[in-house]
């Protein structure tokens, strides 16, 4: 449940020093939370496709793109999409920020977007997200991130002005395209109007129903805070199936097309102590290993190969297995049938498979249900034979 929230508004000199007040001044940050997110809504950022990714060249893309600054380069991946996301963060903030959450997530607002999933329209989306004074927008068609950026805007033409062009030179037809809008915008608002104006098809982003508002919230629409509370909602809600379904630390799992882990990290956390990740990026793969030994992991194989080769190659039964592939794969189908031939989960085990609204499985062979977290979905399978 969301029961509080507060926007503050400061120019880039005094940050610092509000950020420190607002931290201060609210003492319920210093209390313990299960999971901390920090978002950060920054401009200099680079989408970078993973196969091309090095960290040690990141600093210098981002100063030959923007101007040099007392920055942070933060990166991450955002596997889904096959992307790695560099961007800049003021160091004193960041530094500031570690310091108070040191447990905390952090993650780039485009990056919170992609990984959240979005429901491909078949001429293309703009998610865009309003602040008070700036706007993000992604571009997207055909399964492939075109566009994403943050610029700021002073009134509704500046927003129509950045949209039509990014329209025109990625060619999303504006009686085509679709418009999802979240953050502080209304449609009685001058921008709405504009964009109702040249586009014909315009949505407000859905919030999930696993969230809920306390009172003060609830004269404020939903799309508000849509960007805020989606960014996590799905990875939460499989982990309630799982601990509600099966004994975790008797499981002996594997995570298929892992990305950066994070799964297998959550497995380990709850007590998991036979895990498998297969990942066939370099820079992953090294990733994992990395994670795996900073958090103490133990009995965690991570094996850098092709999930289908593995598949083909595996003589292993599991307990628990998870997939959670790119969104681009066009054989996805194929893992359900390919893990049920090969006979990979023992008696009663579980297979989830993570994917688009695109795919439906309730007619396949062992699919027992699918819970739906807006554009994530989870196809749930159980081995049912002895």
Not at 148 to 155: E, L, N, R, S
Not at 183 to 204: D, M, P, R
Not at 286 to 298: P, R, S, V, Y
Request: net charge negative; charged share 25%; with cysteine.
């Amino acid at each position: 449940m969301i029961v509080q929230s507060g926007c503050y508004t400061f120019n880039e000199n005094e940050s610092t020093d509000i950020l420190q007040k607002v931290l201060q001044q609210h003492k319920e940050l210093k209390n313990s939370f299960r999971q901390i997110v920090i978002g950060y809504y920054l401009p200099e950022n680079i989408l970078i496709p993973s196969k091309f990714y090095r960290y040690e060249e990141t600093q210098t893309l981002l100063q030959a793109m923007y101007e040099k600054g007392q920055n942070i380069v933060v990166s991450e991946a955002v596997p889904k999409w096959q992307l790695h996301n560099a961007y800049h963060v003021p160091a004193a903030i960041h530094q500031l920020v570690n310091r108070s959450f040191a447990t905390g997530n952090f993650w780039h607002i485009h990056s919170i977007i992609l990984k959240n999933g979005i429901e491909e329209h078949d001429g293309g989306n703009l998610i865009i997200d309003f602040k008070t004074d700036s706007f993000c927008v992604i571009a997207i068609k055909n399964n492939s991130v075109l566009f994403a950026q943050i610029f700021p805007y002073v009134k509704a033409e500046d927003i129509l002005y950045w949209l039509l062009n990014i329209c025109k030179q990625f060619s999303l037809a504006q009686t085509e395209v679709k418009l999802v809008l979240s953050g502080l915008i209304e449609k009685k608002s001058a921008v709405f109007k504009e964009l109702y104006q040249y586009f014909l098809n315009i949505e407000f982003a859905s919030g999930e129903d696993d969230i809920r508002l306390s009172g003060d919230f609830y004269e404020y629409p939903a799309h508000f805070f849509s960007s805020l509370f989606k960014s996590d909602i799905a990875r939460e809600g499989l982990f309630n199936i799982i601990e509600n379904n099966l004994e975790i630390p008797e499981l002996k799992t594997l995570d298929l097309f892992a990305g950066t882990g994070s799964i297998s990290y959550e497995l380990a956390s709850r007590g998991a102590v036979d895990q498998t990740i297969v990942e066939k990026d370099v820079q992953m793969h090294e990733f994992i290993k990395k994670t795996g030994k900073q958090l103490g992991i133990k009995n965690l194989k991570a094996i850098k190969m092709d999930v289908f080769k593995f598949i083909d190659q595996c003589s292993e039964q599991f307990d628990f297995i998870f997939a959670g592939p790119p969104y681009a794969l066009t054989n996805i189908d194929d893992l359900p049938k390919l893990i049920f031939e090969k006979r990979m989960l023992k008696p009663k085990g579980w297979f989830i498979l993570e994917h688009t609204l695109k795919n439906d499985y309730k007619k396949f062979p062992f699919y027992k249900t699918e819970r739906n977290y807006g554009t994530t979905v989870f196809s749930i399978f159980i081995e049912n034979r002895e």
